[in-house]
């Protein structure tokens, strides 16, 4: 099996890169394979100053002597190194930039042509022959390009410093990781995705596309979806520079949004059980001020903005009771028995919304 090295270059210590890689280690580690994981940050490691003092002595010495010296070994020691980066400016971060800069003494002078034709400088020596590199990285936008910078930059510098690139994970749309209740189905496939990957490059050194694939799935349907959830999400960091700096510290404030969830709940809207159906619903939840309109008819439904008087059913809830509901943890009938969720008017309506509006699925 693979020896792997992680190298954790994400400045944000509570942020979704560190999720993301805490669940691909979880993947190393159930293989039984030997693995070290370093976090960069707070590591005295200098740029390179380009004197190629290492290149015109024999052992490859660079002129700084810091903490690259272990991170050499570490490389050394490895079959597999692991980057894990965040997306800064469609590139990698300055932490993973800093020891890709000083992986020079590596190599020596002189020109040759690698695998692909493209020049690269010469070998130092052979215990650096059949090494991998792989990248994780996690960016909060989404997009055709977003990861083109990375997946370049590792595609040359494997080839440069004489390694196989054994893949780059990307996992767009970070902010939406945090809708696990919205989307269970798909955050699923993305976490055994992540632990796959894990296993992966301890026994066959690289990632397959399927994991590639799965781990990067598209969490919002559209576009605007996308838009509206990573704002929801920002909105609930407000000016808190402890939420900014940690996710998990606003995961149940963003997990119990109700506009994420009730345009989650009106998405699962069934227009085969709801074929027949016309009506227009209002959804109360005094605790957040927020009302929700939703009309179906002709097997579809729309949010409407109308303050419709000649609504069929008005549902009052707290959105965590909501929440509860949404998921199924709490029945809408025992909901209902329990006064937990109020209803006014058609009340064997609200009994059979989760038949027209089935749990989330996706
Ligand atoms: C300086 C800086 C630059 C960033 N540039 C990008 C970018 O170019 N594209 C993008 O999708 N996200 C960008 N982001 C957002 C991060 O990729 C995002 O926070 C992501 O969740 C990974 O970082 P994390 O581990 O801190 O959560 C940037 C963030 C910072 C702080």
């Given at each position: 099996?693979?020896?792997?090295?992680?190298?954790?270059?994400?400045?944000?210590?509570?942020?979704?890169?560190?999720?993301?890689?805490?669940?691909?280690?979880?993947?190393?580690?159930?293989?039984?394979?030997?693995?070290?994981?370093?976090?960069?940050?707070?590591?005295?490691?200098n740029?390179c100053i380009g004197c190629y003092h290492c290149w015109t002595n024999d052992e490859g010495i660079c002129v700084h002597n810091d903490?690259m010296t272990?991170?050499t070994e570490?490389l050394a020691?490895?079959?597999?190194?692991?980057?894990?980066?965040?997306?800064?400016?469609?590139?990698?971060?300055?932490?993973?930039?800093?020891?890709?800069e000083r992986t020079l003494p590596i190599t020596r002078q002189g020109?040759?042509?690698?695998?692909?034709?493209?020049?690269?400088n010469l070998l130092r020596d052979n215990k650096w022959?059949?090494?991998?590199?792989?990248?994780?990285?996690?960016?909060?936008?989404?997009?055709?390009?977003?990861?083109?910078?990375?997946?370049?930059?590792?595609?040359?510098?494997?080839?440069?410093i004489?390694?196989?690139?054994?893949?780059?994970?990307?996992?767009?749309?970070?902010?939406?990781?945090?809708?696990?209740?919205?989307?269970?189905?798909?955050?699923?496939?993305?976490?055994?995705?992540?632990?796959?990957?894990?296993?992966?490059?301890?026994?066959?050194?690289?990632?397959?596309?399927?994991?590639?694939?799965?781990?990067?799935?598209?969490?919002?349907?559209?576009?605007?979806?996308?838009?509206?959830?990573?704002?929801?999400?920002?909105?609930?960091?407000?000016?808190?520079?402890?939420?900014?700096?940690?996710?998990?510290?606003?995961?149940?404030?963003?997990?119990?949004?109700?506009?994420?969830?009730?345009?989650?709940?009106?998405?699962?809207?069934?227009?085969?059980?709801?074929?027949?159906?016309?009506?227009?619903?209002?959804?109360?939840?005094?605790?957040?001020?927020?009302?929700?309109?939703?009309?179906?008819?002709?097997?579809?439904?729309?949010?409407?903005?109308?303050?419709?008087?000649?609504?069929?059913?008005?549902?009052?809830?707290?959105?965590?009771?909501?929440?509860?509901?949404?998921?199924?943890?709490?029945?809408?009938?025992?909901?209902?028995?329990?006064?937990?969720?109020?209803?006014?008017?058609?009340?064997?309506?609200?009994?059979?919304?989760?038949?027209?509006?089935?749990?989330?699925?996706?």
């Amino acid at each position: 099996m693979n020896k792997i090295v992680i190298l954790r270059a994400n400045p944000r210590q509570e942020g979704y890169t560190r999720y993301l890689t805490d669940k691909l280690i979880a993947g190393i580690a159930g293989s039984g394979t030997e693995y070290r994981d370093i976090n960069l940050v707070g590591k005295n490691i200098n740029p390179c100053i380009g004197c190629y003092h290492c290149w015109t002595n024999d052992e490859g010495i660079c002129v700084h002597n810091d903490e690259m010296t272990e991170i050499t070994e570490h490389l050394a020691w490895c079959d597999v190194v692991l980057f894990a980066t965040p997306l800064y400016h469609f590139s990698i971060s300055s932490l993973m930039k800093v020891v890709l800069e000083r992986t020079l003494p590596i190599t020596r002078q002189g020109i040759e042509r690698g695998p692909s034709g493209n020049f690269r400088n010469l070998l130092r020596d052979n215990k650096w022959k059949g090494k991998s590199i792989a990248v994780l990285c996690a960016a909060a936008l989404r997009g055709e390009h977003l990861f083109d910078g990375v997946e370049k930059t590792l595609e040359l510098v494997a080839e440069g410093i004489h390694f196989r690139n054994a893949g780059l994970l990307r996992r767009p749309e970070t902010y939406l990781l945090q809708f696990a209740l919205a989307k269970p189905k798909t955050m699923k496939i993305i976490e055994t995705g992540l632990e796959r990957a894990g296993y992966e490059l301890a026994n066959d050194g690289c990632f397959s596309q399927k994991t590639i694939n799965d781990v990067s799935t598209t969490l919002a349907v559209d576009t605007n979806y996308f838009q509206m959830y990573s704002n929801i999400y920002w909105e609930h960091v407000g000016r808190d520079t402890t939420r900014a700096a940690s996710v998990e510290s606003i995961r149940d404030l963003v997990l119990h949004d109700v506009r994420i969830l009730m345009n989650e709940f009106a998405r699962s809207f069934d227009p085969v059980a709801g074929a027949r159906l016309r009506t227009v619903m209002v959804f109360d939840f005094p605790d957040k001020s927020y009302t929700f309109r939703i009309a179906v008819k002709d097997a579809q439904y729309a949010f409407t903005a109308e303050d419709d008087l000649n609504a069929d059913m008005r549902v009052t809830a707290d959105s965590i009771i909501w929440a509860k509901a949404f998921t199924r943890e709490l029945s809408m009938r025992d909901a209902l028995m329990s006064g937990k969720i109020r209803v006014e008017g058609d009340k064997s309506l609200f009994m059979k919304l989760e038949r027209y509006f089935p749990p989330p699925n996706n």
